[in-house]
């Protein structure tokens, strides 16, 4: 599964930001879709979560600023990102999890897919 990261760019703070993931490939399902980011000296951190259910998980530094969507008839998963701050500032990247398709009617191995990452600034 290919996945492509879309959307970053410079914002002054308080400004909006949507990141688009798009997804291709094979696959018997996805079960979750997440962005993550990782800003300079610091390690990679889960942004928002979204599960087959759609069900949602957010970090707490993000919530009610930062929602994810999924649109499985466009394969692409969104981040809209609002009221930007500086700390928001780091490379985004997508991440996808599921089960690849097998033989017949078994499933195949799972995956964890990574886009290329975006980055996102945001000015003071």
């Known amino acids: 599964v290919q996945l492509q990261a879309s959307g970053g760019g410079l914002v002054q703070a308080g400004g909006s930001l949507l990141l688009t993931c798009t997804y291709s490939?094979?696959?018997?399902?996805?079960?979750?879709m997440a962005w993550y980011r990782q800003a300079p000296g610091k390690q990679r951190e889960l942004v928002a979560r979204?599960?087959?259910?759609?069900?949602?998980v957010e970090a707490v530094s993000v919530k009610d600023r930062f929602t994810i969507t999924r649109d499985t008839a466009s394969k692409t998963a969104h981040l809209h990102m609002n009221s930007l701050k500086a700390e928001d500032t780091a490379v985004y990247y997508c991440n996808a999890a599921g089960t690849l398709a097998g033989k017949g009617w078994s499933p195949g191995p799972r995956f964890n897919s990574w886009g290329q990452g975006t980055q996102v600034t945001v000015s003071s």
């Open positions: 490939g094979s696959f018997r399902s996805i079960d979750s």
């Open positions: 979204i599960d087959s259910d759609g069900k949602t």
